[in-house]
Structures are given as C-alpha cells and as structure tokens.
C-alpha cells in the first residue's frame, strides 16, 4: 500500500550549468595536473569533452534554479515552506554563513525555512531528497524545493583521477497535490568504513553499494531487473561501468555519457542531472522504476524513483 508520502509528486527540474564553456586541456598546466593526479591513464578514457565554469555569483545560479523550478511547477514564493540546499563538503566551506537567507530573500521566500544536508560528500543530495519529502509529514506543507549545489574556484582542482569537476545548481520542487514527474519509492545511504579512512578498495566499494541497493530494493519491492535507467554519477567513465557491473546494474541502463562529455563531474548534482536530459532525450515514463545513485569516498547513496502516472 501506498503511503501519503510516497504520493508526492518530484518534478521541475531546472539546471543551472556554469556560464562559461572550457575543455579540459585549457587548464593551465592541465598535463602535468593530470600525469600527477592518473598515474599514466590516457585523458581521454575519462569521457569528459568539456566543463562549465560559474563566471556570475555562485547565488545568481543558485536563485535562477530555485525560480525555475518553482516557475515550472507553478508554485508561488507564498507556496513554499521549505528550501532544502544540499551540497558537498569542500563546497560547504566556500560559502558564507548567510547564504541560505540571502537565497530567500532574492527568491521572495518569506515564509519558508531552509536546510541544509551535507558531510555526505557527492551523496547529500540523495539524503536531502528523501528529507525533503518527508517535511510533507506536515500536513500544512504544500511545496518543497530542493537545490543540489557544486562548484570549484580554481581550475587546477577541478583534475582528479576519478572525475572533471564542472559546476552546476539544480532544484526541483516537490508538491502535494500535483502528481509531478516521479515520486520517490525508497531510498537508502550506507557508509564505507574503509572510505572514511581513505582506504576504500574495489571490494569496500562493492560491498557498501550492495548494501545500500538490496535496503533500497527490499523497501520498495524491487528487483535489479526491473529499473528503466540509472542516473549515475559523472565520473571516471571505466570506472563508472565498473562499479554499476559489480554491483550487479547492468551497464546499457546508465545514463550519463552524455552529460559526463558536456559538463563533467558536478559533484551532488549529477543524479538530477541525468535525470533531466534523460527525460528530454527519451521521456521519464509512467509506471517505470528508475534508479538514482552516487558514491563517494566512504558513502553510497541511492533512491528508487517511479515515473508518475500521465
């Protein structure tokens, strides 16, 4: 059975990509960054052609999603209780102490409360999801919006073995009353205690996503077999198919080449990334369960989503 919570209509997702264009090899020094930071591998394997970089204020991107999304949905600033902001732990750092309030203040959002979910590095916007849904236990609550935020000042930190890093904020808006473009079914975050340590190996990696897919799949009464897609996370592309096969997702139903050669690795942001160009490319469709993820050092976080009904 149903619950009232997992009736929630998610839609409106509005991404907001830096505004400059840039190739990889532009950084300077971008070679002997990347012979530090591969050990030898070829650039181009990672998959990454291009990134975004934010030239405006990191809040002038930030507002455009959050206005979006709202446009989108048809939500008022008066409609909205609450902004959950998610974002990674280096960006965490970089902003100042009064940013969720002057969002709310640019956003006209005079009656809303923010939150902010973090320290759970490029998996926090798959935790923030599923705490934004459940602000819904309020029965005064009609509207949510989320906001996923990446970003990396200098250039030169963008080159890791793993991952391009672009920058990039996404809100999408969760509503009550409206059936939206999917609802959230289950979800599920482990930790990787060999990650924490920074000590993570194939194995520790395998083993954390096992848990985490089998709790998400077990609450929702899913199998593997039954995901229409995989918005996976933008990273190192053989490293990408590598995990999903290990952990038993087939590699033909992620999607994420594609965004990974446009804008590169935009930390918590990806998985609504790859959730909006799937649906303009192809179509979120109605009935089909759909599979959010990311991993990061120490963390695996995933959400079964399910397309909602026309």
């Known amino acids: 059975m149903i619950s009232d919570l997992e009736t929630i209509g998610i839609g409106s997702f509005a991404c907001v990509f830096g505004d400059l264009e840039n190739k990889p090899e532009n950084i300077p020094g971008f070679d002997a960054l990347w012979q530090t930071a591969s050990f030898g591998t070829d650039f181009g394997d990672m ?40 974002t990674s732990d280096p960006t965490l ?14 956003c006209g959002l ?7 979910v973090s320290y759970q590095r490029c998996c ?7 705490h934004a849904r ?13 906001v996923a935020l990446d970003f ?61 897919l089998a709790a998400a799949l077990r609450a929702g009464r899913r199998q593997r077999g039954q995901l229409e897609r995989v918005f996976a996370a933008n990273l190192y592309k053989p490293l990408t198919l590598f ?21 590169g690795h935009c930390g918590n942001a990806d998985w609504m990334i790859n959730l909006a160009d799937h649906h303009e490319r192809v179509g979120i469709r ?12 120490g963390f695996y976080a995933c959400v079964l989503l399910e397309g909602a009904a026309s």
């Not at 002038?60 to 959050?66: F, G, L, P, S």
């Open 110 to 116: 005079d009656d809303c409360v923010p939150h902010l």
């Open 124 to 130: 926090s916007s798959l935790t923030a999801l599923r």
């Open 152 to 212: 990396v000042p200098d250039d030169r930190d963008r080159v890791r073995p793993y991952a391009l890093f672009g920058d990039a904020a996404v809100a999408c808006t969760l509503t009550r009353h409206e059936p939206g473009l999917v609802r959230l079914v289950s979800s599920a975050v482990k930790a990787d205690p060999e990650g924490l340590r920074g000590q993570d190996t194939f194995a520790s990696r395998k083993t954390v996503a096992d848990r985490a």
């Open 243 to 263: 995990n999903a096969s290990s952990a038993g997702l087939p590699p033909d139903r992620l999607h994420f080449t594609e965004t990974l050669a446009a804008y």
């Open 286 to 297: 109605a009935g089909r369960t759909y599979l959010a993820q990311s991993l990061a050092p």
């Open 47 to 86: 998959g990454c052609g291009t990134y975004r970089k934010m030239n405006r204020p990191v809040l002038d991107h930030v507002v455009d999603a959050v206005r979006r999304s709202m446009g989108g949905s048809g939500a008022r600033p008066s409609d909205v209780g609450h902004l959950v902001l998610a």
């Open 93 to 106: 750092a970089l902003l100042p102490s009064d940013f969720a309030e002057q969002v709310l203040l640019a």
């Open 134 to 146: 459940d602000l819904f236990t309020d029965p005064d609550v009609t509207h949510v919006v989320m």
